[in-house]
């Protein structure tokens, strides 16, 4: 029953079943937070942090993220790397090719402002944000797993606050 | 087969083509004029005492005033190891392709062709590589090079 | 069914795809199943890192270099350093030439590992990975119990190595090493025998050793292929002449005798480590080098065996 009580519903027995009372935004929104499945979009060294993060000690998979290898199946992307001059026609690709509602995690200083590379490259973006919209910053050179899992409950919350009003914009 | 061995035989055997060039204690630098490079890496390739079969990398570097082109090459069998050496003017440098002798070449004079501007004679298919495909601000490495959104390391 | 027509035709893999890490854009010919003709795009993670090092003093260019090769990072740290110290003419302290042959082996260990997790991945089995990347877990532990980092280490300076190991390193790497040998006989046991895996690897992508020289292959995957040739041996630099270990050669080069070469590898190295960790002494771990400094002008080219090649 544990769960049963950390969801954002009302419930009460009544002889011969039970009556469960929500709101529709709430329960959507849970729904939607408690199952990120990301896509795999590793480039540089930060991928292999988020490999780590994925596999035995860190475990991804129970807050609910699956990696996708397709973005047609994907609610997130988790850029993790550099993005450089010519890859990044191809992020914005995929992100285009996501269905709504999307979201994404800038992982790591590369994406952030190009982080060790801002400086005398000629071949690296200097951050995504300006290809692609950015819901969390997740800072490091890489970000520690922890970092990442923290980053990703932080999305979680963003989501679960969302008004149903502000999505139906989007 | 020693450094100091190597180098005196080809010293001996090789005197109209390579130039012996100081360098470190752990590596032999030899020079060679530019026409006759194919040449002498096909000699170096099939040297029975040599035998260098085994390309393994090949650097540019731009000093401002020339060009210049290094080849590390390697010997399996004889487990032996120099470094070959072209230089080119900054005006027009052209060099010839090596890949006949090693097709490992092939990546590493395309390579320099695209950020350095050294063209390769005979290559089979200088097109671009790491740049991305509509990348038309000149040539990266060479040090004169400037395009509007590259920063500068700030002196310290 | 003799008269069923097929023909070639062509996939674009990549330069997103899952099993690329480090990205790169394949065009396949494909024959059914089989690849005919494959066209190599790369140059998406194409960093300039040559530009960046141009500007920098030395001890600011090795940061830059654990990005370079991010697998093993120690490694591009270590040649980096060999070649300014092979410039100037630095004397390394031994103490510190032994903490870098134990890094570097357990580097290569960790490389491995990701090497044999993915690929069992890509190919189609989950469970090496989660094996794979939990043993390396408790390399990552030795390492950032004496760097404080994870994977880019800059770890090894020239002229030495940054700081000096805790008390505890010793007593837990005998214990990781130990735990990874006994490992890699699992994994083994988990795959070897396996008919999909036997199937997905044997005789594919055959490289014979006429061909791998020419295109300058090297590493793991030329000793695969038949040559016995291992820099470490051959072209000696740091301490290994003091360390007794084998170099383990297989002669189909295909991917399977790959994969098996570098399970090997990962046994021998901890054989490396564990003899280091006896030889090892007290003493100083840096010579004395002063933060900017510049070594005599002059040309030089190191190599390594890298984990990678
Ligand atoms: S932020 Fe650092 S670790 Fe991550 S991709 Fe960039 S350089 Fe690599």
Same mark, same amino acid.
């Given at each position: ?32 937070a408690?199952?990120l499945?990301y ?14 993060t ?6 991804f998979?129970?807050l609910g993220m ?10 997130l992307?988790i ?26 995690i ?30 969390v910053?997740i ?9 990442l899992l923290e980053g990703c409950l932080t999305l979680q ?14 | ?44 390739? #099939? ?24 080849? #590390? ?51 089979? #298919? ?31 | ?18 099993? %690329? ?97 993915? %690929? ?31 994977? %880019? ?25 130990? %735990? ?130």
């Amino acid at each position: 029953m544990g769960i049963i009580k950390k969801l954002p519903i009302y419930s009460e027995k009544i002889p011969g079943g039970g009556i469960v009372t929500t709101s529709v935004e709430q329960i959507l929104n849970f729904a939607q937070a408690k199952s990120l499945w990301y896509l795999l979009f590793g480039t540089a060294c930060c991928a292999i942090e988020l490999m780590c993060t994925g596999a035995s000690r860190y475990d991804f998979d129970r807050l609910g993220m699956i990696f996708r290898a397709s973005p047609r199946q994907s609610d997130l992307i988790i850029a993790a790397g550099t993005i450089t001059k010519k890859m990044a026609p191809r992020l914005r690709t995929l992100y285009d090719q996501m269905a709504e509602p999307r979201y994404v995690i800038a992982m790591g200083g590369c994406t952030i402002k190009g982080g060790p590379f801002y400086y005398d490259s000629y071949s690296v973006e200097k951050g995504i944000e300006h290809i692609i919209p950015v819901d969390v910053f997740i800072p490091g050179c890489p970000p520690r797993p922890e970092s990442l899992l923290e980053g990703c409950l932080t999305l979680q919350k963003q989501i679960q606050q969302r008004k149903l009003a502000d999505w139906q914009e989007k | 087969m020693t450094n100091e061995e190597l180098k005196s035989y080809i010293e001996t055997n090789y005197t109209s083509l390579l130039t012996h060039n100081e360098a470190g204690k752990y590596d032999l630098l030899f020079e060679v004029d530019a026409v006759n490079l194919v040449t002498v890496c096909e000699k170096l390739k #099939n040297d029975p005492e040599l035998l260098f079969d085994y390309f393994c990398n090949l650097s540019g570097a731009d000093t401002t005033e020339k060009f210049e082109a290094i080849y #590390n090459l390697g010997s399996i069998k004889k487990k032996i190891r120099i470094d070959i050496k072209v230089v080119l003017p900054h005006e027009n440098p052209v060099i010839d392709s090596v890949q006949t002798v090693w097709p490992a070449a092939n990546w590493y004079e395309r390579e320099m062709w695209e950020l350095y501007g050294i063209h390769i004679n005979n290559h089979d #298919n200088l097109t671009r590589f790491l740049l991305h495909d509509e990348w038309d601000e000149g040539y990266p490495m060479r040090k004169d090079w400037d395009a509007p959104d590259f920063i500068r390391f700030p002196d310290l | 069914m003799t008269d069923l027509r097929t023909e070639e035709f062509d996939i674009n893999m990549g330069p997103h795809h899952p099993s %690329t890490h480090g990205v790169c854009r394949l065009l396949l010919t494909m024959d059914g199943e089989k690849v005919v003709k494959v066209v190599p795009y790369i140059g998406y993670l194409h960093r300039a890192i040559e530009k960046i090092c141009e500007n920098r003093t030395y001890a600011m260019c090795i940061p830059i270099l654990d990005r370079f090769e991010y697998v093993t990072a120690m490694s591009c740290n270590y040649v980096f350093s060999l070649a300014a110290e092979r410039l100037s003419g630095i004397e390394v302290p031994e103490r510190a030439e032994y903490l870098r042959v134990i890094m570097l082996e357990l580097n290569r260990i960790a490389s491995h590992l990701i090497f044999f997790g993915t %690929t069992a991945m890509d190919i189609g089995a989950l469970t090496p990975f989660l094996y794979a990347l939990r043993e390396r877990e408790y390399i990552m532990d030795l390492f950032e119990m004496t760097c404080g980092q994870r994977l %880019t280490y800059n770890y090894i300076r020239v002229g030495g190595v940054s700081k000096d190991i805790p008390e505890k390193f010793i007593p837990q790497c005998k214990v990781t090493i130990s %735990t990874i040998t006994e490992k890699v006989e699992e994994y083994k046991r988990l795959l070897n025998k396996n008919p999909i895996w036997k199937m997905r690897t044997i005789g594919i992508g055959k490289l014979d050793a006429d061909l791998a020289i020419a295109y300058g292959v090297s590493g793991p995957i030329l000793r695969a292929s038949g040559i016995d040739y291992d820099l470490r041996r051959d072209d000696p630099y740091s301490i290994y002449d003091r360390f007794d270990f084998n170099i383990p050669v297989y002669h189909n080069g295909d991917v399977f005798d790959r994969y098996m070469l570098r399970l090997d590898e990962i046994q021998e190295s901890c054989k490396i480590v564990a003899q280091a960790l006896e030889g090892i002494e007290e003493g100083p771990i840096r010579a004395k080098v002063s933060p900017n400094f510049k070594p005599a002008a002059g040309e030089t080219y190191t190599r390594i065996e890298n984990s990678r090649g």
